[in-house]
């Protein structure tokens, strides 16, 4: 069995990590897979960029700047929300790449920014070949937003789009989604939620109420991502072995649907109420733009900045007594996975797939949505009873997550298409 994969990068983004990772689950498996991407960033040879000369490159350039063109151009100039949305009007056709053509099974996962256009996708429904579309977010199934936030018009007909600065009834959402509609309606699409709540949103849209839609989670390698020596993990990495460490990041962390102010509020709470003494704590911070929230805590920050490095993130992770990760809208995060692997509990809100992974005080903290409150009870909750919380966070991720069994869910869905 062949298998193709999709997605427009490699490895910047946690689709990307995902989608990395079950490709080497499946060759693990015996599966002949192979991943085809707009932005090939390593030399796995198992990766091949769509991107194969220099005017390639060029179209590629040129596609990423009309689709954020037409955004930025019906926003009236503005950059509010320019990549929250993505219009899927341009793209590549590789309905006649050799991967393809050779492929039993076509495996989409994240393809926005100039990878696909919606037209694209129709010459590869065209095949006749069964299609998998793996969601790591709700694009899919909403007119142009990549999170739904609190609308809701994707249960009927996308119009009038919030997220964009001057909706109306024939906006791009409503064009956009009008375009899905028909392309639906080729039925060659098994949708594939990474976690039951995107599954189920899905199933209550509009563009998915009448497609095959089922739930399997993200695989992670738990050789790899494993319990190592807390003292050993922050000698290596030149932290203290007498603080307590809260562990917090994203690719962005000021980007407001990671929740920092709600990071802040919680860590304000716990200095004010004096529940934690500044002496005690540090918290570590990791991903982009990371210098511009030092001075926000009331707490000691180390900046570790982006990490590419997995035995570096590895050691962070066990280093660490806890991952906070207050999101406001996620869908299978894939550093709740990691943290939990390595051991290490987890508090976050209960949104999205995040309790679904975090098993409320068995494997960590879930949180009332948006209560600072709560998520500083979470904090200290878990410090008190990190030992139990350690050993279930690490149980859990090898009966749910492990490569083996995520690889052989996919297999069996291969085989009945």
Request: hydrophobic residues 40%; contains cysteine; aromatic residues 10%.
């Amino acid at each position: 069995m062949k298998v193709i994969l999709l997605n427009t990068f490699e490895r910047t983004g946690g689709a990307a990590i995902a989608a990395n990772r079950l490709m080497k689950a499946l060759i693990n498996a015996g599966i002949n897979a192979k991943s085809l991407v707009l932005h090939k960033q390593t030399n796995d040879k198992n990766v091949i960029s769509v991107q194969s000369s220099f005017i390639k490159k060029q179209l590629a350039r040129l596609n990423f700047l009309l689709e954020r063109g037409i955004i930025f151009l019906h926003n009236c100039f503005s950059r509010k929300d320019l990549f929250k949305v993505s219009i899927a009007n341009t793209g590549f056709d590789v309905s006649k790449h050799p991967l393809v053509k050779q492929a039993d099974i076509i495996h989409l996962h994240w393809i926005n920014q100039g990878f696909f256009s919606l037209r694209d996708l129709k010459k590869l429904a065209d095949s006749g070949k069964p299609i998998i579309w793996t969601m790591h977010d709700q694009w899919s199934y909403t007119g142009i937003c990549h999170y739904t936030g609190n609308c809701d018009k994707f249960i009927n007909l996308c119009a009038y789009c919030p997220q964009l600065l001057n909706p109306n009834k024939f906006d791009l959402s409503y064009k956009t989604f009008k375009k899905k509609e028909q392309l639906y309606k080729s039925n060659v699409f098994t949708f594939v939620g990474c976690s039951r709540w995107i599954a189920n949103e899905a199933k209550r849209s509009y563009l998915g109420s009448k497609a095959n839609i089922v739930s399997i989670p993200n695989p992670i390698d738990i050789t790899l991502y494993t319990k190592k020596s807390k003292s050993d993990a922050r000698i290596a990495l030149g932290l203290p072995l007498n603080k307590k460490l809260i562990l917090f990041g994203a690719c962005k962390v000021t980007d407001t649907r990671k929740g920092f102010d709600y990071m802040k509020s919680s860590c304000d709470l716990l200095f004010k109420q004096k529940k934690i003494a500044q002496e005690d704590i540090q918290i570590v911070v990791f991903g982009d733009k990371t210098n511009e929230i030092e001075s926000l805590l009331p707490y000691p920050v180390l900046n570790v900045g982006y990490i590419n490095d997995v035995q570096t993130m590895v050691n962070l992770y066990n280093a660490v007594d806890l991952f906070l990760i207050p999101s406001l809208e996620d869908n299978l995060p894939n550093t709740i996975m990691e943290a939990m692997a390595c051991g290490t509990p987890c508090v976050g809100f209960n949104i999205g797939g995040i309790p679904e992974m975090i098993d409320h005080k068995q494997n960590g903290y879930v949180a009332a949505y948006k209560s600072a409150e709560d998520l500083a009870k979470g904090i200290l909750w878990c410090f008190d009873h990190y030992n139990i919380l350690s050993a279930e966070a690490r149980k859990k991720v090898e009966s749910t997550y492990n490569e083996t069994i995520v690889a052989k869910q996919y297999i069996e869905l291969y085989k009945r298409l």
